[in-house]
């Protein structure tokens, strides 16, 4: 019986190289057309040199003429037990990493648009994606046949200057394709007036 697995795959250590080469050609393209922007510092942990390269629908890189907040380079935190004794209650200190020198952070990118920069969404259950929409931020959020724009403001999440909410008619999840409609939708309505609406806790 022929087996339902893949004839090719790529194991771990292929993975690995890939994404060291990756890093690398990053860098080098990063270095030849990019500006790094010194992040931090973070408490304790020291600033470091950025390149933010974006990555069009082609996955071609590409210079982001903005940045978004939400696309800001934090250092990973891990919390390790300060004592011997591993207990469940022991106290924890968090540790910060962080490669040396110069670090490259991808923005995978939708479609282009007038005036607006959009992450490829994410996630399932909700669906989100960031961007900036005529250079603010805006956080777009579908769940259970109802989706929200947030635009700007001290915090784009929790207190934007502008939300929008509606319900869709979609049967299913949505398809990239359907967020961005939605997402252009929602700018649309913000360049025109619309009110904002209470921001839906």
């Avoid at 060291?20 to 510092?41: H, I, K, M, R, Y």
């Avoid at 962080?98 to 959009?118: H, Q």
Wanted: aromatic content about 10%; glycine content about 8%.
């Amino acid at each position: 019986m022929a087996s339902d697995l893949p004839t090719t795959y790529l194991d771990y250590p292929d993975a690995s190289k890939l994404y060291f080469q990756q890093n690398a050609d990053d860098l080098a393209w990063a270095s030849a057309n990019e500006t790094p922007v010194n992040e931090g510092p973070w408490g304790d942990v020291p600033s470091v040199r950025i390149f933010y390269v974006g990555i069009n629908t082609a996955g071609e890189r590409i210079r982001l003429p903005q940045i978004s907040s939400f696309w800001r380079y934090k250092p990973s935190g891990v919390q390790l037990a300060c004592s011997d004794d591993h207990a469940r209650d022991a106290p924890h200190q968090t540790y910060y990493l962080s490669g040396p020198g110069p670090s490259v952070v991808r923005i995978e990118l939708g479609p282009s648009m007038p005036g607006i920069l959009i992450e490829r969404p994410r996630g399932n259950q909700p669906v989100q994606s960031t961007g900036l929409i005529d250079g603010k931020d805006f956080y777009f959020h579908e769940s259970d046949g109802f989706w929200s724009l947030s635009v700007g403001g001290t915090d784009v999440v929790d207190q934007p200057d502008w939300y929008y909410e509606e319900e869709h008619d979609a049967p299913d999840e949505l398809s990239e394709e359907a967020v961005y409609s939605l997402i252009a939708k929602g700018a649309a309505l913000l360049r025109s007036g619309t009110p904002t609406m209470t921001v839906k806790q």
